[in-house]
Nanobody
Framework: VQLQASGGGLVQAGGSLRLTCKARGINFKIYEMGWYRQAPGKQRELVASITSGGTKTYADSVKGRFTVSRDNAWRTVYLQMNNLKFEDTGVYFC??????WGKGTQVTVSS
């Protein structure tokens, strides 16, 4: 199983980024996919998730600013992040199901 996340970077507060996670080695369409983040000195937390049926869940801190979506044909899950805040800084990871984690991508928001 391979989950390749990309799209992180340095952005000013108020800016946008789009994260992409491409999956290999799993039957992607049946998996719930999640985006998590870990800020320095903090625990990893769920940012957003999307079920195989398309039901979406968001952390309260990102509701109205972030949008999770998936493209089963391309085995890819996306996280569109708008109006970024300094506190959104962290390493973002994608997760497939309960056990499959990808390497993270760094998001840094300058205030």
């Amino acid at each position: 199983v391979q989950l390749q996340a990309s799209g992180g970077g340095l952005v000013q507060a108020g800016g946008s980024l789009r994260l992409t996670c491409k999956a290999r080695g799993i039957n992607f369409k049946i998996y719930e996919m999640g985006w998590y983040r870990q800020a320095p000195g903090k625990q990893r937390e769920l940012v957003a998730s999307i079920t195989s049926g398309g039901t979406k869940t968001y952390a309260d801190s990102v509701k109205g600013r972030f949008t999770v979506s998936r493209d089963n044909a391309w085995r890819t899950v996306y996280l569109q992040m708008n109006n970024l805040k300094f506190e959104d800084t962290g390493v973002y990871f994608c997760k497939a199901g309960q056990n499959h984690w990808g390497k993270g991508t760094q998001v840094t928001v300058s205030s």
